[in-house]
């Protein structure tokens, strides 16, 4: 009966990452020149991990913004530390920035743990960016049930760091937004192939 209740692009979507599965698991077997095909997308995507760790790590600790709203950013987190309000009045001393306060009241949590800078609203970023490429691999997975696969799915999302001007890890509420609109998606896509998963929804 699940089978029945599958939209139908969730079973085109599921059908073609298993034709196409299939496909590089019997080129693969032919030892078939295309075969290089099926070992260097992987390494890509490792190459990929490699070069945004090796690049959002160091700037994680950067002492000086890195993005012209970082310092309102970290202003923001500072009042919600002094227990003052976010929404104000307009001053020459204060201008409040027009986002929702989740993600400055997040930032204050660890801020008041790793200390004041810009470290702790970046790792804010950093880790949400992280949890959207896990739950875009998890979907993959689900659909494919290829690990490969979910590996390159997440690979993608890595792509994108470039294409961004490199804002996964800046303090702002971007990502953070990324990361609560992508996990409730995902778990929808996979309570679609997986209904008796009633914690998802």
């Given at each position: 009966m699940a089978e029945h209740r599958q939209p139908r692009v969730a079973k085109s979507?599921?059908?073609?990452?298993?034709?196409?599965?299939?496909?590089?698991?019997?080129?693969?077997?032919?030892k078939d020149p295309r075969t290089w095909v099926y070992f260097l997308?992987?390494?890509?995507?490792?190459?990929?991990?490699?070069?945004?760790?090796?690049?959002s790590l160091q700037r994680l600790s950067y002492p000086?913004?890195?993005?012209?709203?970082?310092?309102?950013?970290?202003?923001?987190?500072t009042r919600v530390?002094?227990?003052?309000?976010?929404?104000?009045q307009p001053s020459m001393d204060f201008i409040p920035a027009l986002y929702t306060p989740f993600y400055?009241?997040?930032?204050?949590?660890?801020?008041g743990i790793l200390g004041w800078g810009f470290?702790?609203?970046?790792?804010?970023s950093f880790c949400a960016s992280i949890g959207v490429m896990c739950s875009i691999g998890w979907v993959v997975y689900e659909y494919s049930r290829n690990?490969?696969?979910?590996?390159?799915?997440?690979?993608f999302i890595v792509a994108m760091y470039w294409f961004t001007d490199f804002w996964f890890d800046v303090a702002r509420v971007d990502s953070l937004w990324t990361f609560f609109l992508s996990v409730p998606l995902a778990c929808l896509l996979v309570y679609r192939i997986?209904?008796?998963?009633?914690?998802?929804v």
């Open positions: 979507y599921r059908t073609f990452l298993t034709q196409f599965g299939a496909k590089l698991m019997l080129v693969k077997q032919k997308l992987p390494g890509l995507v490792v190459f990929l991990f490699v070069c945004f760790f090796s690049v000086y913004e890195i993005e012209w709203i970082e310092g309102g950013v970290l202003h923001q987190v530390l002094d227990g003052l309000p976010l929404y104000t400055y009241y997040i930032s204050a949590f660890f801020t470290f702790p609203l970046r790792l804010v690990r490969l696969f979910a590996f390159v799915g997440a690979g997986r209904p008796n998963l009633q914690l998802l």
